[in-house]
């Protein structure tokens, strides 16, 4: 009875305030949605229209942005249309399906060495266009095995931690050739050069050009051809002594229509009526034509 009675008398304001309560225990309150809540497909769709420096600063934003910048869709927008040739001539055709789309960008962006490290190629990551060098250990000189004339040096200043020096020689010649998948578009080939020879002394770059003479009396004659039939050709002096430099010996086009592109191209100075020397020949570099009002080059 005295229970009923407590029941009875029971004040309705407290009643009132009790029910509130055990209302917001029960029903925690809605949160708002955030990015977090987006599908990764969703998100993925629009990483692919970002550049991949964006697509990396955004993965680090929660688990959906991550997962969603793995998507393959996703980096094969960043990828040369002829990857797969790509990946086979440089990294092997094993990794083609070991590897995910952002791997296989992350690893094309690399300087991959290939046949036996005379060559490497990469992708530059602003514009997709496929980039190669050729060592000078990768190239036929005339004259490369006569100690007389030419000299291969260790060095840091190439990518390939060795050049090619010519103490002096009467018929100067330097020719190459391979065998590439470029993408479609148009390219430039360089040959990287210096006059002296680059040494270092109490931490100090040097330059010794006590040999370099001879290239001011006639050109240097640069040549390219390709297996459907074009043909460039320039000519200049060499100059500038103590610096890299890159002289541009012609363009070429790829049209796409052929898996692969055969390449020829020579540097010569064949005038025997006099003496040269004192050249470094660092590589030969190949660059989409986009790519060159950024080099230094004659």
């Known amino acids: 009875m005295g229970a009923n009675l407590s029941l009875t008398f029971t004040d309705p304001n407290t009643c009132s305030l009790v029910g509130s309560l055990c209302l917001q225990i029960s029903s925690p309150p809605a949160t708002k949605p955030s990015l977090g809540d987006l599908p990764e497909g969703c998100v993925a769709l629009i990483l ?19 997962g969603a910048s793995w998507a393959d869709f996703v980096w094969e927008s960043k990828l040369p249309v002829n990857y797969e040739d790509l990946i086979g001539r440089v990294l092997g055709d094993d990794l083609k399906d070991k590897l995910c789309k952002r791997e296989i960008y992350t690893r094309l962006c690399r300087a991959n060495a290939f046949d036996d490290g005379t060559k490497k190629a990469w992708l530059d990551k602003r514009t997709r266009g496929v980039c190669l060098s050729i060592a000078s250990k990768g190239l036929a000189i005339t004259g ?63 330059c010794n050009t006590e040999h370099v003479h001879g290239w001011e009396i006639k050109p240097v004659q640069f040549q390219i051809w390709t297996s459907d039939g074009q043909h460039a050709s320039s000519q200049c002096f060499l100059n500038d002594p103590g610096k890299w430099n890159l002289y541009h010996a012609g363009d070429f086009v790829v049209d796409g229509s052929n898996t692969s592109t055969k390449l020829k191209f020579s540097m010569t100075q064949i005038d025997c009526t006099h003496t040269k020397g004192g050249l470094c020949l660092d590589s030969v570099l190949v660059y989409p034509c986009k790519l060159r009002e950024g080099l230094k080059h004659f």
Request: include cysteine; charged fraction near 25%.
């Open 48 to 66: 692919e229209y970002l550049n991949p420096q964006e697509i990396c600063k955004l993965a680090r934003l929660n688990r959906a942005f991550r």
């Open 144 to 206: 490369i095995d006569d100690r007389r004339y030419w000299n291969h040096i260790p060095t840091e200043e190439s990518r390939f931690n060795s050049v090619a020096y010519l103490q002096q020689i009467w018929w100067f010649e330097v020719d190459g050739q391979f065998e590439f998948p470029f993408p479609a578009g148009t390219y430039s080939l360089f040959f990287r050069l210096q006059l002296g020879r680059a040494a270092k002394r109490f931490g100090r770059r040097i």
